[in-house]
């Protein structure tokens, strides 16, 4: 079967940094999306990894280990506008991406 | 400018009554794809299409019909809806072999 996990919420303090972790179990495996949602807005894309390690893109990094079926994307200098949910996207092959419930982070001042 | 175009945003019908949402891309990517979101339960795959007329079942595809006659469009039909089909749906496009969807902003259907 296919499983993703992260977690609910998470809040955390403008400025800070702030992981979040996401495992997944899957049939197939390709590579690991991270996207960013706002509330009642289309999700967006920020990262994929495909190889094992961290990629870093800015304010933000994404770490996968595909041996540990484990991915982590890091947010640092945390703003306001970071409040938002970020989705764990496994792609399972055949361009098949399943996604997590998604993990809604709380910025506060 | 480079997008995903879904219509309507918002919609609110009676159980039975057929319905399409449009979907149209203009970045003339092969894949296509509706999902829809409910709380909790995260984005789930509909159906889905790597290219014109070539179209497949993603997770949750009962209830649901779609079409590819032309690469830009992939309507969503509710032949006959019910409030369980009552979400967010969301439509999105990439190009094949890359990553990254392209996401539509959303159509909140609401189905009494």
Redesign the interface.
Known sequence: GQN?DQPTEMTATEGAIVQINCTYQTSGFN?L?WYQQHA??????LS?NVLDGLEEKGRFSSFLSRSKGYSYLLLKELQMKDSASY?C?P?TGG????????TRLFVKA | EAQVTQNPRYLITVTGKKLTVTCSQNMNHEYMSWYRQDPGLGLRQIYYSMNVEVTDKGDVPEGYKVSRKEKRNFPLILESPSPNQTSLYFCASSLLGEGGYTFGSGTRLTVV
């Open positions: 993703i590579g999306f009642g807005e289309a999700p967006t894309f994929y989705l996207a792609n361009f098949k991406t399943i996604f997590g419930a998604g």
